[in-house]
């Protein structure tokens, strides 16, 4: 008779040999696979991340009682796997999923693997559905698709953070489930994060996964890869759509970088070890919008990257831009100029392009950016020329309108109709002649005045997401009104 070993439930002891700080190095561990979880005494866990002659390489992830030679360690020969299920909305968690939050024990529907494959491209499909973000400039210009990758850079206080938090906040409602990861941001960075889903009841459908700077460096490490395989339960076994958000990249890659010192492998470039650009595609890979045959889910990834004095072409943005399907690029010399969200849009990106759009939006957007890139070297040329032409002045003008409708509030997402709505007011010239100061009054007065007038206008373009002649029809005559009750 066969003698049947289930090599998942083979326990292997060995001991503790040395320790140096978030290293451990262990002895008599001789089956032991890369990436395994491993429980050192009784209340600290770690992960393998290497071997050399003599020891095991364990990375503490979670202490829990000092440390000493000689304690014992425990593994099975499993990879590492962090519990998910839908008890996990809602609530705050660590780099180990394990609630953080005085909420109690969360009920675990499975468990998966934290370095979980990526769909295969059989497994995909092209993205053709827009993720709404609620940020102007990105959703009129910039579009992200269902299941795109796309990165938010820029420097220090550009409002990198707001353009992810508004893109979770926008999401009430739309049946997607959203995860804000938090690597190695202060605590009080995170505070300010968790407020404005408080306020904007944001938690019915998010979690937050996070290792802040005060978390050992390992959880800082694995925190991505755990969140992502949270929105993973959702995109594959509830078929949903997931929207996610890594804030920041650099900052995990500050942490592989010292624990991969810390391991003595060589450093390469900026002293970052030689698989940085590995760590990080092997997380954003799993990224993508799903066939029918595998549910229809998605996953969209948001990653955020701090540059140094708008540095892009550094080691770890361009590594990531490289990987990502477009960028949003905030810029500090807009921030301080008062045009907020301090979005560049020449030097922002979205490789999926405009197919995602709804049609009604993308018929108006096409020379949008044209105009605004226009109307910017225009106002500069007229800043040292003194007596404009009429044409001149009535150019600055409205150039003056379009850059007031793309400004918008931090945590104030806006629904997809009310930009298309507004886009229209101002290519069929009903915003001409507005000051600067008013065009944000006017705009919301007029969204409110068409809604009370003709809902069923609205509802018919949210519905069929095109703009019809009927509904084209209807919109002028109410902005006509509109306008004359207005003067
Ligand atoms: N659209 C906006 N309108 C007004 N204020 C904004 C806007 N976007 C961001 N801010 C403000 O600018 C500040 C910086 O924003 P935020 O924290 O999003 O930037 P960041 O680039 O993530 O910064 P950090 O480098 O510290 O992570 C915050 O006080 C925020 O409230
Ligand atoms: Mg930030």
């Known amino acids: 008779m066969a003698l049947k070993i289930n090599l998942l439930k083979l326990k292997e002891y060995g001991r503790v040999a040395e320790i140096r700080q978030d290293v451990v190095n262990v002895t008599g561990l001789t089956n032991c696979m890369y990436g395994q979880l491993v429980k050192i005494g009784e209340a600290s866990k770690g992960t393998i991340v290497g071997f050399d002659a003599d020891y095991v390489l364990v990375l503490l992830v979670k202490q829990g009682a000092p440390i000493k030679p000689g304690d ?92 992810g938090v508004d893109a979770i906040v926008n999401q009430r409602g739309k049946h997607v489930i959203c995860i804000y990861c938090c690597i190695g941001k202060a605590e009080a960075a995170l505070a300010k994060v968790t407020e404005v889903f408080d306020q904007t009841h944001a938690w019915d459908y998010t979690m937050v996964v996070a290792a802040t700077a005060s978390d050992p460096m390992g959880q800082q490490y694995l925190v991505p890869y755990v969140a992502t395989s949270l929105g993973e339960y959702f995109m594959y076994t509830k078929q949903r759509d997931v929207l996610m958000v890594f804030d920041d990249f650099t900052k995990h890659a500050w942490a592989y970088r010292q624990i991969s010192l810390l391991l003595e492998r060589a450093p390469g470039r900026d002293a970052y070890p030689g698989d940085i650009f590995y760590i990080h595609s092997q997380l954003v890979e799993r990224a993508g919008k799903l066939n029918q045959a595998r ?93 404009m032409s009429a044409d001149v002045e009535k150019r600055l003008k409205r150039g003056r309108v379009v850059e007031e409708l793309l400004k918008q509030d931090a945590n104030h997402p806006i629904d997809m109709e009310d930009q298309v709505l507004t886009l ?29 007038q003709r809902a069923d ?26 306008r004359d009750t207005a003067v």
Request: hydrophobic share 40%; proline share 6%.
């Open 457 to 482: 206008l609205v509802d018919a373009l949210i519905k069929t997401q095109r703009m019809t002649d009927e509904i084209k029809e209807g919109l002028n005559e109410q902005l006509t009104r509109f």
């Open 295 to 387: 549910g229809g889910g998605s996953m969209t990834h948001l990653p955020i990257v701090e540059t140094q004095q708008g540095d892009v072409a550094g080691y770890i943005p361009s590594n990531i831009i490289s990987m990502t399907d477009g960028q949003i690029y905030m810029s500090t010399p807009l921030f301080s100029e008062g045009f907020k969200p301090a979005i560049d849009m020449g030097l922002s990106v979205s490789r999926i392009g405009n197919k995602v759009q709804w049609p009604a939006m993308r018929k108006m957007t096409g020379m949008l950016q044209l105009e605004f890139v226009r109307y910017k070297e225009l106002e500069k040329l007229t800043r040292i020329k003194a007596g």
């Open 72 to 163: 014992a360690v425990t593994t099975t020969m499993d990879d590492f796997r962090v519990p998910v299920g839908d008890g996990f909305v809602g609530r705050r968690l660590n780099a180990l999923a394990e609630p953080v939050d005085n909420g109690g024990p969360i009920r675990e529907d499975a468990t998966l693997p934290i370095f979980g494959k990526a769909p295969s491209v059989l497994e995909r499909v092209p993205l053709e559905e827009v993720m709404a973000t609620g940020t102007k400039i990105v959703d009129m210009m910039k579009p992200v698709g269902k299941g795109q990758r796309m990165l938010i850079i820029g420097d220090r206080m550009t409002g990198k953070t707001t353009v």
């Open 424 to 452: 229209f007011a101002f290519q069929n010239k009903f915003l001409e002649g507005v000051e600067p100061v008013d065009v944000k009054p006017t705009i919301e007065r007029m969204l409110k005045y068409i809604k009370t």
